[in-house]
Every structure is written in C-alpha cells, then in structure tokens.
C-alpha cells in the first residue's frame, strides 16, 4: 500500500523559512513524479513545485519560483520542499503527491497523496 507522509508544516513569520518533508512507501517510486500542491479554503488545490524521482527535472510555479526548492534523497525515500522568504500569501496546507509517468501539474493527474502539512505564515 502506498503511502505519502507530510512533515515539516508550522506557523513562521513572514520572510523566515520551513522545510517541509514527505516520506514515501509501500512501492519503488524511481520511475515517479513527486508533487507538492496546497490548498485554501477559498482556493482549489495549487501546483507548487514538482520533480523527478532521481531529481534530474524540476518545475515550479511562477509564484514561488526563486523561493522554494524541490529536492529529493533517494535513499531515505524522502521529497522535501525547502521554502525560503515565506509570504502571507503561502499560508495553505500542503500536500506531496505522486504519479507514475511525466511531469504534470494538474492535480487530477496524480495518483497518490498525502493527509497534508499546515503551513501559516504571519506578519
């Protein structure tokens, strides 16, 4: 059974930084994209940022691009998300994803999610 953990998820000042983290199991993932989305309320879940497995490709939303960072550590099964200068705007929760094939950004492509890290910025 696949499974996706989030950690890392907290209230931090605007402008200071979290890491997020998302461990991975039940499968191999080598041949998977990793995604991290979030989601308001008001809002329909948000591509953020997503990358290969083996780390050789990444992509990110224009909004965050420059601030966060993707990452993956192969032997810990492990994608982290490294977000820097943290904005009010950035508040939401947040979920890994995966999905077996290409980079994607629409969530209904991916197969498998998380349960979701709150993330609150404040100022």
């Known amino acids: 059974q696949v499974q996706l953990a989030e950690s890392g998820g907290g209230l931090v000042q605007a402008g200071g930084s979290l890491r997020l983290s998302c461990a991975a199991s039940?499968?191999?993932?080598?041949?998977?994209?990793m995604a991290w989305f979030r989601q308001t309320p008001r809002k329909e879940r948000e591509f953020v940022a997503a990358?290969?497995?083996?780390?050789?490709?990444?992509n990110y939303a224009d909004s965050v691009k420059g601030r966060f960072t993707v990452s993956t550590d192969t032997a810990k099964n492990t994608v982290y998300l490294q977000m820097n200068s943290l904005k009010l705007e950035d508040t939401a929760t947040y979920y890994c994803?995966?999905?077996?094939?290409?980079?994607?950004?629409?969530?209904?492509?991916?197969?498998?999610w998380g349960q979701g890290t709150q993330v609150t910025v404040s100022s």
């Open positions: 990358i290969t497995w083996s780390g050789g490709g990444t």
């Open positions: 039940g499968r191999t993932f080598t041949s998977d994209v």
């Open positions: 994803a995966a999905r077996f094939g290409s980079m994607a950004t629409m969530a209904s492509l991916y197969h498998y």
